[in-house]
């Protein structure tokens, strides 16, 4: 019996899914684009799931589009594979999404690893967009997201090139939040999914809302955003939640600085 292609476990608030086609370096399939696709809707609807944990089987988080499917006889033109609603349903998800980048993530790979929150690599991660050389546009957010996270010349020479970087390099671009060994990527993961978990929820899905709303427009009209948010919000919060959360926070402080 064949095994899925995507597996998902829930824990505790905390969903881990992972792409399972390590034979084929996760490369995105039909079937693959379609299960990240239903998976990711189906997380958004349970409110019991509250962070996602995305990464890969193998030695590979994604090689990106499966090309030996795409060049076979019988594959739809590579216009239909543009899957909007694959990227639409990880960037919809109500929480954070934290991507343990554990190997390869090669041009759509690349592009499903900017589509989450933020990153933890492995010191085995590897970087490429190799667009250019297979001879096609990416479509799924890289040639915007990149230059916003590391700079438009950086994010040039890597599309220009096709050349991989590795995790170290990634780390002091600003790729990466944080770089750790291959042992501890998961529990890297599962530690900052915790921490976010004692987060008030509502506040956590506003706040992700608010950064990426903020991140698609210019800085100006990001702070009326903010402003706005901030002013609707508010008005939920009374004096006796602000006690209560108050006491939490002072107490984590002086877990967290040893005070």
């Known amino acids: 019996m064949s095994q899925p292609v995507l597996l998902v476990e829930?824990?505790?608030?905390?969903?881990?899914?992972?792409?399972?086609r390590p034979e084929a370096m996760n490369a995105l399939s039909r079937e693959l684009r379609q299960a990240l696709t239903h998976g990711f809707r189906e997380l958004a609807q349970d409110a019991a799931v509250r962070v996602v944990i995305l990464t890969g089987a193998g030695r590979a988080f994604c090689a990106g589009l499966d090309l030996k499917e795409l060049g076979s006889r019988d594959s739809q033109p590579l216009g239909a594979f543009?899957?909007?609603?694959?990227?639409a349903?990880?960037?919809?998800?109500?929480?954070?999404?934290?991507?343990a980048v554990n190997?390869?993530?090669?041009?759509?790979?690349?592009?499903?690893?900017?589509?989450?929150?933020?990153?933890?690599?492995s010191h085995e991660a590897r970087f490429a967009d190799t667009h250019a050389r297979v001879g096609i546009l990416p479509g799924w957010g890289l040639?915007?997201?990149?230059?916003r996270l590391i700079g438009i010349?950086?994010?040039?020479?890597?599309?220009?090139?096709g050349n991989f970087i590795g995790a170290e390099q990634a780390l002091a671009w600003g790729l990466v939040n944080r770089v750790v060994a291959p042992a501890e990527l998961l529990g890297s993961c599962r530690q900052l999914a915790a921490d976010m978990l004692s987060c008030d929820p509502a506040s956590l899905r506003g706040y992700k809302q608010l950064i990426d709303a903020g991140f698609a427009t210019t800085f100006a009209a990001g702070l009326?955003?903010?402003?706005?948010?901030?002013?609707?919000?508010?008005k939920a919060i009374t004096?006796?939640?602000?006690a209560t959360r108050r006491g939490a926070v002072q107490e984590r402080g002086r877990r967290q600085t040893g005070g």
Request: aromatic share 6%; glycine share 10%; charged share 20%.
């Open 224 to 234: 009326r955003l903010e402003a706005r948010a901030s002013r609707e919000h508010a």
């Open 239 to 242: 004096p006796e939640i602000v």
């Open 82 to 87: 543009t899957d909007a609603d694959m990227m």
């Open 103 to 121: 190997g390869f993530a090669i041009t759509g790979g690349f592009e499903l690893a900017l589509a989450c929150d933020l990153l933890i690599a």
């Open 143 to 147: 040639s915007q997201k990149l230059p």
């Open 153 to 161: 010349g950086r994010a040039k020479e890597l599309a220009f090139t």
């Open 10 to 20: 829930k824990s505790a608030g905390v969903a881990s899914v992972t792409l399972n």
């Open 89 to 99: 349903a990880i960037r919809g998800f109500p929480g954070p999404v934290i991507g």
